[in-house]
Nanobody
């Protein structure tokens, strides 16, 4: 049974930073791509970043160098370092796995102006 558990969300002022973590279990972590998505109220879920099994990152256009996705295969964990946060980054952030496809429960990120 796949479990993806996000942590690290919270309230931060504009311009601040947060690091999200996603601990995975029940999957062969090292061979699957992982990703972070977000969903703001009234909006569709969108890709923030994903990372291949070999560590190659891919980012949503809105990231513009502010976020960094990384993974630690020894810890079965994927991270999202978020800098220069803006109020429009406020959303629930979800961790996802590609194989098998699965979602975490999400962690709330709120950026105040």
């Amino acid at each position: 049974q796949v479990q993806l558990v996000e942590s690290g969300g919270g309230l931060v002022q504009a311009g601040g930073s947060l690091t999200l973590s996603c601990a995975a279990s029940g999957i062969i972590f090292s061979i699957t791509a992982m990703g972070w998505y977000r969903q703001a109220p009234g909006k569709q879920r969108e890709l923030v970043a994903d990372i291949s099994s070999s560590g190659r990152p891919n980012y949503g256009d809105f990231v513009k160098g502010r976020f960094t996705i990384s993974r630690d295969n020894a810890k079965n964990t994927v991270y999202l370092q978020m800098n220069s946060l803006k109020p429009e980054d406020t959303a629930v952030y979800f961790c996802s796995s590609w194989s098998p496809p699965s979602w975490g429960q999400g962690t709330q990120v709120t950026v105040s102006s």
